[in-house]
């Protein structure tokens, strides 16, 4: 498959190339788009040196010889992965990966990787994950307690208004304060004043520890 014939793919998706060496033989826009390295940039480089993902525990997924271009030398396929990319700005993105392997009638072929952006999907994985740790520990200091409290009137429930009732629901899926202001049509700092309210209100410190107050007393 030349690269003249890679061109005449339209994806979505992000799109690389490489070649049975791993060599970047194709870099499409997209791939710009998620990734931030123009094509002049990574035409010709190992792929593994300019994507360099790993895994939730920083094990290296993009190496030398990786499992994928391994299967792909033996024609076989590889199921869709994640992988954490750094980003020539420092931050670090969740990338989903899917791999086609194209092999023309003669040669090796090109082995294609199709990207798309999931670092909400992880980001709100990680939160819940968080989120459910936390009542656990909690629940189970309550329980090692048992027999000893006093019994006493539950607090009043504090009342939110519709937006920081909103603000709360966002929260508990994960989003950060810029994802919160465009879902909800506000501005950043419009957002963030919204959450402050809220913490204060749920006495609160920090955005766990309220969704956390918000999942006992059933506000969620």
Sequence with gaps: MQETQLQNWRTHDGLFAVD????????????????????????GKRCYEVVGGRDASNYPVCRRNCPVI????????????????????????????????????RGSGHVL???????????????????????????????????????????PLPKLSRREQEALRLLAAGMSTRQMAETMGIQPVTARNHVTRLLNKLGAKNRLQAVVYASQRRLL
């Excluded at 060496?21 to 997209?30: G, K, M």
């Excluded at 391994?70 to 990966?97: F, H």
């Design 70 to 105: 391994m299967s792909a030398r033996r024609g076989r396929t590889t199921p869709d992965y994640d992988i954490l990319c750094p980003l020539p700005s420092g931050e670090e993105k969740w990338l989903n990966v899917s791999v086609l392997v194209a092999r023309p009638s």
């Design 113 to 155: 990787h199709f990207l798309r952006d999931v670092s909400h999907r992880r980001r709100t994985e990680e939160f819940a994950r968080r989120a459910s740790a936390a009542v656990r520990g909690l629940l189970q200091e309550s329980n090692g307690q048992e027999g000893q409290e006093v019994e006493t009137a539950a607090p």
């Design 20 to 43: 049975s060496q791993q060599r970047i033989v194709y870099w499409a826009d997209t791939a710009e788009r998620l990734l931030g390295y123009r094509a002049e940039q990574v035409m």
